[in-house]
């Protein structure tokens, strides 16, 4: 998952995703033969798997309000809550696709592995279910995309997460630096701040991170890949593309942070170098809030909207998040379907917001937030402007799991290879995994 669905996380400290990230994603489970149930019983055990947490009692509190409420209104029906942990979710899910009777009702997972597990015939689609919740009207397109396979609906997003650009006030205000308001602008700045102090990196930039990096690629208009009737084919090495991947990667440098340190830098170590001094700005989630407060730079920082090509433009970001789908093999469906739409609705999706932080995935309870919490309003705001996503199918866990893109920007940073190589090289290893995943 790379925190990448999930914003890299709150694990952070995360994603996101998780994000995250991040922030890879680990590999799908592989094909089963798992049939959907015919019985649909409305009363019983529900069985719920979700993500243990680094501090889960939080989420614990919460999820376990959305319990009582659940079984006060459905009589005859318990829930059974287990916390799984995201590192071998992998070989849980492997486990459960293949043998249904040890499979959960309903499932969190990560909106990367979205694809592969409708793949592997996993989820069930609550398309029916989905367009009749009241909540629905409130899921945006991009968001909506995050649990959607052919047209389809899989899941109810539960949260999402987006990056934005953490800067230091005091050392911009001794430098006399505005924060960038393109990513022109960004790059010089970053580059005047190490040039002034070469302990001090301009900007985290790590090789690793490659939901920073897409940032710039999509504000380029490239894109890692272009969909035509069901079929990924790699652009990463197109013109436009490889305009991002250069401008990311010339920040992978001596004049702003070394490759020496930075070649293996995630987005998770990129915000511990912000949180702990070492770095003017960073590239990270509002999921990475908690640990920035938690560092050395407590008040003296603030988060603006990755800047895009031109001035107060928004650099399209990747919308991380984790979803609540209903498993195909559930003997409870319209049970699963409720505690879902329950869990993942408005008022849960904020008593999630004030128990972890973790941005609402619905439009109305973002803008709540963003009114009351003055530090998630850029991100709202990023994620409002308009998002993109990895390419929604299976191959993409096996992309991700191989770090071709990790390994491209690597390539690229420590001079092995030219940008025109390694995106070219890139592209080779991402269309065969395509043409594998059919």
């Not at 409130?138 to 995309?145: G, M």
């Not at 195909?328 to 993942?344: I, M, P, Q, V, W």
Request: hydrophobic share 40%; with cysteine; proline share 5%.
């Amino acid at each position: 998952m790379n925190r990448s669905h999930r914003p890299s996380r709150r694990a952070l400290p995360v994603l996101l995703i998780a994000a995250g990230l991040a922030a890879a994603t680990a590999c799908a489970p592989s094909t089963s033969s798992n049939q959907g149930s015919s019985s649909d019983s409305k009363s019983g055990t529900l069985r719920v798997w979700l993500f243990q947490e680094v501090n889960n009692a939080p989420k614990q509190k919460v999820v376990a309000q959305a319990v009582s409420e659940f079984t006060k209104a459905h009589s005859g029906a318990k829930v059974d809550v287990t916390y799984i942990p995201i590192d071998t979710r992998a070989e849980k899910m492997k486990a459960a696709f293949n043998d249904p009777k040890s499979a959960p009702d309903v499932v969190e997972f990560g909106n990367t592995d979205t694809a592969g597990y409708v793949a592997d015939g996993g989820l069930a689609d609550i398309s029916s279910e989905f367009g009749a919740w009241a909540d629905a009207k409130n899921v945006t397109d991009s968001v909506k995309s995050s649990v959607s396979v052919g047209g389809k609906v899989y899941g109810v997003p539960w949260f999402v997460g987006v990056r934005a650009l953490y800067y230091r006030t005091d050392v911009f205000k001794t430098l006399g630096l505005k924060p960038p308001t393109t990513q022109a602008e960004l790059i010089t700045t970053a580059r005047k701040i190490h040039a002034k102090n070469s302990q001090l990196y301009g900007v985290a930039a790590g090789a690793m991170n490659v939901f920073g990096m897409l940032p710039f690629v999509w504000a380029n208009g490239g894109d890692l890949a272009t969909e035509k009737s069901g079929k990924y084919t790699a652009t990463i090495d197109s013109a436009a593309s490889r305009k991002g991947v250069a401008a990311y990667t010339s920040l992978i440098a001596k004049t702003n942070c070394p490759p020496a340190q930075c070649a293996a830098m995630g987005g998770d170590a990129g915000i511990q170098a912000f949180a702990s001094g070492k770095s003017a700005m960073a590239i990270g989630g509002d999921y990475s809030h908690a640990a920035v407060e938690a560092g050395t730079v407590k008040g003296k920082y603030a988060v603006v909207p990755l800047p895009g090509l031109t001035s107060g433009s928004i650099a399209p970001a990747f919308a991380g998040g984790n979803n609540l789908g209903v498993m195909k093999s559930t003997s409870h469906r319209t049970l699963a379907a409720d505690f879902a739409e329950l869990l993942g609705g408005a008022d849960y999706q904020q008593k999630m917001f004030d128990a972890m932080g973790n941005m609402p995935a619905l439009s109305d309870v973002q803008s709540a937030v963003a009114q009351k919490t003055a530090w998630e309003a850029p991100f709202v705001k990023t994620l409002q402007s308009g998002t993109k996503f990895v390419p929604v199918t299976p191959a993409w866990s096996a992309i991700d799991s191989q770090a071709v893109v990790p390994t491209m920007m690597q390539e690229i940073v420590t001079g092995k290879k030219s940008v025109d190589q390694a995106t070219a090289d890139a592209a080779k290893k991402m269309d065969a995994a395509f043409a594998s995943a059919g």
